[in-house]
């Protein structure tokens, strides 16, 4: 039994691209350009799943994926520092965001660790292998850092190591008895500005 679960991280807001925590902001303009090209690279899915996230269902919905809000695909809660800039929060908390830069177990105040993460995704994994065919799940780049651990069976320090781009895809398959990591980083051609 062959089963393939495609995470495509959603596409970028106004406020992730000027260096803000997420909060629940909808997708900026120019982010639907780069759905569109993607959105025409897919290969058909027995279903389709998307974070609860604004921006994640908008992804979703420009993909053309009927998609069902999946808990377990939320993006990390940052808690008090949502909607805010790293930049403010490392200079009036630095011990606390130095911590969450490279501690799996720190977390926001109010908010929830990359180990919290990963536990959910280990779960939400651990249950896929009985889904038979391909599954596309529209998500978050901690998402996908923590479902790139846990297919490589790679300690949680390494989450900082793992750069996720916006509408880039990360591909798994499992025979039913253990998972692969089949192509991780993957994103459509940019148009050439010639």
Do not use: N
Not at 12 to 22: D, I, K, Q, W, Y
Not at 134 to 159: D, E, M, N, Q, Y
Not at 168 to 193: E, I, N, Q, Y
């Amino acid at each position: 039994m062959l089963v393939r679960f495609t995470m495509i991280c959603c596409g970028m807001t106004a406020l992730s691209r000027r260096g803000f925590f997420p909060a629940d902001e909808p997708l900026e303009d120019k982010a639907y350009g780069g759905i569109s090209a993607l959105a025409g690279s897919l290969d058909a899915a027995d279903r389709a799943w998307t974070s609860p996230a604004l921006r994640a269902r908008l992804t979703a919905e420009a993909l053309g994926l009927q998609a069902t809000d999946t808990p377990a695909l939320r993006d990390q809660d940052f808690g008090a520092w949502a909607g805010r800039a790293f930049d403010e929060v490392e200079q009036t908390r630095p011990d606390e965001a130095h911590a969450w830069l490279v501690d799996p177990g720190a977390a926001p105040p109010s908010g929830e660790s990359f180990h919290d993460v990963a536990s959910r995704l280990a779960d939400l994994f651990d249950g896929l292998v009985a889904e038979p065919g391909h599954t596309i799940a529209v998500t978050h780049p901690a998402v996908i850092r923590a479902a790139i651990l846990h297919v490589l069976k790679a300690p949680l320090t390494g989450f900082r190591f793992i750069d996720v781009e916006p509408l880039s895809l990360a591909d798994f398959r499992s025979d039913g008895s253990r998972w692969v990591l089949r192509a991780s980083g993957v994103t459509v051609p940019k148009a050439s500005s010639r």
